[in-house]
């Protein structure tokens, strides 16, 4: 069988980002204040050169965490690796502004990394509403990573909302377990006026099926003074609701685990500040009080983030291993299948600064897009999807879509011509 060994390291796209303050959002999303947003077609400008379908595969970049909990002989030690894992899966959001290109009915991703003994695949299974599933194994076996995301876009006159829809689900192999959760809402703030900036907030509950484990995290948010931003915080207790420790950190830095008890007295004994918030009826500032995770004495380090390239910023807000997710390495392209992400022009084009020639090749796919539809709708034909079929999910009944099994046979003939 054949893998692509991707393992490219990057700090630099081709060209940096496009400036966005020379195109008004307003005129689109003024009568749109309520409703979702995955009907309306926004400029190319406020894209980044990325498919959602790549931005699923970034939940991988902290793979070792999973690896880690892999080797744990404890229940509650392998829940606190999970969720690490949960909460890295948002960290390169942060500052990501960009919105990702979305996915063509059809349209697949492969990320295949040797190095780190993994390989994912990602479809788009439907496209109103707009569904990207997902499965990621471990080359030794030792887990499968799977899930059905569908987020809902909501624009509230100065913020865009995304609501999280559908599950995400971890299974290490080795100890019979399977954990589920949710991720949390994310709001990016100042649309129209002022700094972009975003929050993520809202309760996620991971549940080890097989122990009856649950890890509670609270992704706060900011608060009028924004003493919170970016703070999570929450527990782990065992099938009897004993807790066993306390999580918290930042989703934007680190987390860490420490006893309760050492926990509360730590609360009860620390001096409470807040910074004043500048009013300002035009934006929502992002708060002046950043302050980074004070450690508690005793705490145990579960993750911390890796430091961005140096020219981020003029890159998308990019990791290293963002960066990398669009590269075609040599002989990769007769490997892939022809409805990967990384084979698509506009993406491609405003990866190189053709801002110009990817508005036209966006615009092009999405007209042949609508015209297949029209044709399937003519000859009431059906559209099928590849390689994951709709269900249930087997560990909590609610509806996903699971993989069939036999992409990597790389048997592609008869896949669609969607670009």
């Known amino acids: 069988m054949c893998y692509l060994y991707f393992c490219i390291v990057l700090t630099a796209l081709p060209a940096p980002m496009f400036p966005r303050n020379s195109v008004s959002i307003w005129g689109i999303l003024k009568k749109c204040i309520g409703l979702e947003l995955s009907k309306?077609?926004?400029?190319?400008?406020?894209?980044e050169p990325l498919s959602f379908l790549q931005r699923i595969s970034e939940y991988m970049e902290h793979t070792y965490l999973l690896n880690k909990a892999c080797t744990l002989p404890d229940s509650i030690q392998r829940m606190q690796a999970v969720?690490?894992?949960?909460?890295?899966?948002?960290?390169?959001?942060?500052?990501?502004?960009?919105?990702?290109f979305n996915p063509l009915l059809g349209e697949t991703y492969e990320l295949t990394r040797e190095d780190q003994g993994y390989r994912l695949v990602s479809e788009q299974v439907s496209h109103h509403p707009p569904v990207s599933a997902f499965h990621a194994e471990s080359l030794a076996g030792d887990f499968v990573f799977h899930g059905s995301i569908y987020p809902k876009l909501k624009f509230w006159g100065?913020?865009?909302?995304?609501?999280?829809?559908?599950?995400?689900?971890?299974?290490?192999?080795?100890?019979?377990?399977?954990?589920?959760?949710?991720?949390?809402?994310?709001?990016v703030h100042n649309i129209?006026?002022?700094?972009?900036?975003?929050?993520?907030?809202?309760?996620?509950?991971?549940?080890?099926?097989?122990?009856?484990?649950?890890?509670?995290?609270?992704?706060?948010?900011?608060?009028?003074?924004?003493?919170?931003l970016h703070r999570v915080e929450g527990y782990?207790?065992?099938?009897?609701?004993?807790?066993?420790?306390?999580?918290?950190?930042?989703?934007t830095e680190c987390m860490w685990s420490v006893d309760p008890q050492t926990f509360e007295n730590h609360r009860k004994n620390e001096k409470k500040g807040e910074s004043?918030?500048?009013?300002?009826?035009?934006?929502?500032?992002?708060?002046?009080?950043?302050?980074?995770?004070?450690?508690?004495?005793?705490?145990?380090?579960?993750?911390?983030?890796?430091?961005?390239?140096?020219?981020?910023?003029?890159?998308?807000?990019?990791?290293?291993?963002?960066?990398?997710?669009?590269?075609?390495e040599p002989g990769m392209e007769a490997t892939l299948p022809p409805t990967d992400g990384r084979l698509r022009p506009d993406i491609r084009a405003m990866e190189n600064g053709l801002m110009?020639?990817?508005?036209?090749?966006?615009?092009?796919?999405?007209?042949?897009?609508?015209?297949?539809?029209?044709?399937?709708?003519?000859?009431q034909e059906e559209w099928s999807t590849r390689w994951f079929q709709q269900g249930n999910n087997p560990f909590t009944g609610s509806p996903d879509w699971l993989y069939t099994g036999g992409y990597f046979n790389r048997n592609y003939a008869t896949l669609p011509n969607i670009y």
Request: charged share 30%.
């Open 276 to 328: 004043r918030k500048k009013e300002n009826d035009d934006s929502d500032d992002m708060p002046e009080s950043q302050d980074t995770v004070s450690v508690i004495p005793g705490s145990t380090l579960l993750w911390r983030i890796a430091s961005r390239p140096t020219h981020s910023t003029t890159m998308y807000n990019f990791t290293s291993f963002a960066m990398s997710l669009n590269e075609m």
């Open 192 to 228: 129209i006026l002022g700094s972009l900036w975003i929050e993520q907030y809202g309760t996620v509950e991971i549940i080890n099926h097989s122990t009856g484990d649950k890890c509670v995290l609270n992704f706060k948010p900011c608060g009028m003074f924004g003493k919170e």
């Open 356 to 379: 110009d020639e990817a508005s036209r090749e966006k615009e092009r796919l999405e007209q042949k897009q609508r015209e297949s539809r029209k044709e399937r709708a003519k000859s």
């Open 83 to 100: 969720a690490a894992f949960a909460v890295s899966a948002v960290a390169s959001q942060w500052d990501r502004t960009g919105k990702p």
């Open 158 to 187: 100065k913020s865009v909302e995304a609501e999280p829809k559908g599950t995400i689900t971890m299974e290490l192999l080795k100890f019979n377990e399977a954990y589920t959760w949710s991720n949390p809402f994310c709001c």
């Open 40 to 47: 309306i077609t926004m400029p190319i400008a406020f894209n």
């Open 236 to 251: 782990i207790q065992d099938k009897s609701k004993r807790k066993h420790c306390v999580i918290y950190g930042k989703w």
